[in-house]
């Protein structure tokens, strides 16, 4: 069995970034993500082997994944792929606006072939990381091993939001021919794991899946370089778009003839939600043959920088961030989750699985969340010094509930029946438990030591015998009273502060009452008075403690109503999220099965349209279904959370009132 192999990749790109911008057209830049306030991405200055491909295995570079695993922003992932030495390369480093980067054919030798990427800041969408991957060697007979071409361009496929396929010359059946691979998609793709025995060896289960694809897929965009044909149809000027539109107009008939014309459009066609067309002239006079990358940007021809620059607008401008089918935006450590998943599959003979590897890799975000948003917690209570008065333990629990909510939202994908976020809150609800615990026996030693500290002088005199003579117990009151004073001036005494002292009070009781029977100063009348008073202070001492004790339950009861309408608030903002995402990404899966059927009721494909017809009530089925999901997710979620605060409230009241659940 293969397995996935870490290999230290040392090879770096031709060298660091030259800091060479070139100048791309104004453009109006996007909003600024919700994450966009989140750490820039760490420099890359040259990129890195992501995935080789050597001797049938795809290894994954360590040195590539930890500089995408540190990446917490939002990615938009361009990958360029089609046949060698085309100019993808040259292209990718013109996207990253820098003149050197990725390893250009000439200055290569026949070394790694795989998956490049290079990290960038978004040139113009601010806290958004742009992620170039380049495909090398694809088709390349003296480079490397061809057996997995198929796989690392499935897998620039699966990780991008973008997919640019670049060839030379025009969009002819040759070109199409080269692009065969798209036919193989659906052999080598599975969008869920059908197979529920286990045995998942490669075949596929369900032949309808691939027209799911469409919702997995990024956006394609066809680039054709050293073009030299006069877009126009007829008479009539064609767009580039339109020049790929007809190329790849399907055939009518059934014969083998026609399904091997029309089987690479029809994939172009549904797979894909968005296509588009880039024609780009030679850079170089016809007939030159020069390293573009020496050449000053003079000297390349105008026509070429000027689609070169119309290229890069778009994809810059328009390129949609890398999100999961449901619309959930993607940070670099869930891409290298996915990236992981894909290639430990490929590696052991399986097809990758992509609901599969996105529940892996959720469940995988799920957990870092929570462990994110509690350290965020415990981090911020942590700041309070103990003993501290219960009100303010209180408000700092609030505050911090509320952060550690807001980073598992932010941080957390789809969690089924809120397993995550219940576990968070019981979590974050211990460690409330365990600080008041703490706060409790920092609060008595805290009243104890100053209880013996104000005691000394009584504690001196009574040694010294000073109150065992006539009026002594005069003197021996008003200490006390001095006592009592300090103690009720003293601060940050905490939530036990009159317990401690009703227990101070009535240990002294046998003593106060010694030295009041010793005095003979006192007539027995006043004695007998004097007792009482003791008495009757004592039990209000008793009483303080008892509406201490009180006050303090209804505090925490006040603070799970709280937590309780925090949480509730939040696990309806993170589903009405939720929804709004999966809806706009089902409504854009939608929109392009509405373009293809509209073409192919123009063109007479009736059969074609047909089918259509049934893919878009399937989806249309699905709509309907998540906006009764969403109402049946709340109604689960608020009743997930009344239990979760009913078993707060029945452990907090035991506890209070000191009785085991
Ligand atoms: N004719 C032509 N050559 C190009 C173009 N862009 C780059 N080149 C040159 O073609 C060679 C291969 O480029 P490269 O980007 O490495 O191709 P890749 O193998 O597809 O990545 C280099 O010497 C480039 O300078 C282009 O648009 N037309
Ligand atoms: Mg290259």
Redesign the pocket.
Known sequence: MRGVRGKQNNQQGAGAGAGFAFSFGSSVAKPVSSTAMDAPVPPMPAPLCLVTNEDSVLSLDPAALAVLQEVPQPLVVVAIA?P????????MNRLAQKRIG?P???TVRAETKGIWMWCLPHPRRPGVTLVLL?T?GLGDPNKGDSHNDAWIFTLALLLSSTLVY?SIGTIDQKALENLELVTELSEMIRVRDGNKDGNDSVGREDEAEDCEFVRFFPGFVWVV??FTLELRLGERPITEDEYLEQALELKHGHGRKVQNYNSTRLCLRNYFPTKKCFV?P???GTGEQR???ELPEAALAPG?LQQAAKFCDYVLNTARHKTLPDGRELTGRALCLLLHSYVEAINSGRLPCLEGAAAVMMANENAAAVAAALEAYAKGMRELTLPTEPAELSASHGKHLNEALTIFQRRSFRDRDQEHQRRLMEQISTEYNRLQEENDAASRRRCKTLLIELAQALDTNLARGTYAQPGGYRAYEAERQKLLEGYRQAEDKGPKAEEVLDEFLAERRAEAGAVLKADNALSEVEKQLEDQKQQAQLMEQQQKAAAEREQQLQALLEDERCSHAQNLQALEAKMREEAANAQRELDRALEAKLREHGEMLQRGFNERAALLEQEMAALKREISGSKQDLAANIFDAVRAACDLARVWKISRMSKARGTAV
């Open positions: 089609g060698y030495r085309t100019g993808k390369s040259f292209l990725f250009l054919g000439p380049d090398e670049n370089r050293d780009l030679s850079p170089l390293r573009m990358e070429f």
